[in-house]
């Protein structure tokens, strides 16, 4: 089975902190992608990757930063949380202009 | 720029009944079209896709048509079960420059027994 894995189901953290979500894929895709899930919003494309050490601004990127040193592994970075990043993240990786898979969500609570 | 959009939820039925969900697309180029399901507490699964016009993308006794003269991809299932309770969206890729999928809003079902 392909299998995209992100490294928490729930996280909490105070508002000022450094966060980092992790998402790994096993599928060797060359494309991969956070979203954020806000209920009425659908999802919305923070930041995407095309290669190693290679991203792109998605539609909401603000506040937002990302790695990408290894295929498999893309990292999404909050440098100072605030609560208005209180959402569901989604990581998905995709294979040129295949379906994308996603991962099982990341719930954060920034208090 | 790229942007779906659809019914609003929730949607509440009973078990065996009809289900249509609106989908409605604006794309430049020629995009592939997909239907996404997200269980509670889960991430997104496909559940269909269409990659050209006229296409019928079908999985689990669910439908829908990619119809470019109307610009639509609704989804439709003949019987309802209250396993089917989910949200679903509709999702679209226009693969020229950036790889990522453009979502609608997403449209919950409630199957009732």
């Known amino acids: 089975d392909v299998k995209v894995t992100q490294s928490s189901r729930y996280l909490v953290k105070r508002t000022g902190e450094k966060v980092f979500l992790e998402c790994v894929q096993d599928m060797d895709h060359e494309n991969m992608f956070w979203y954020r899930q806000d209920p009425g919003l659908g999802l919305r494309l923070i930041y995407f990757s095309y290669d190693v050490k290679m991203k792109e601004k998605g539609d909401i990127p603000e506040g937002y930063s990302v790695s990408r040193e290894k295929k498999e592994r893309f990292s999404l970075i909050l440098e100072s949380a605030s609560t208005n990043q209180t959402s569901m993240y989604l990581c998905?990786?995709?294979?040129?202009?295949?379906?994308?898979?996603f991962g099982q969500g990341t719930r954060l609570t920034v208090v | 720029g790229d942007s779906v959009t659809q019914m609003e939820g929730p949607v509440t039925l009973s078990e065996e009944a009809f289900l249509t969900i609106n989908c409605t697309y604006t794309?430049?180029?020629?995009?592939?079209l997909f239907w996404y399901v997200q269980y509670p507490g889960e991430g997104l699964q496909l559940l269909l896709k269409a990659t050209k016009a006229d296409d019928k993308g079908s999985n689990k006794g669910f439908e829908a048509t990619y119809r470019k003269e109307t610009t639509s991809f609704h989804l439709e299932k003949g019987s309802v079960q209250v396993s089917d309770s989910a949200v679903y969206f509709c999702?679209?890729?226009?693969?020229?420059?950036?790889?990522?999928?453009?979502f609608g809003s997403g449209t919950r079902l409630q199957v009732q027994p």
């Open positions: 794309a430049t180029g020629y995009p592939s």
């Open positions: 998905a990786s995709r294979l040129a202009d295949t379906e994308a898979f």
């Open positions: 999702a679209l890729s226009v693969d020229t420059g950036r790889r990522a999928l453009t």
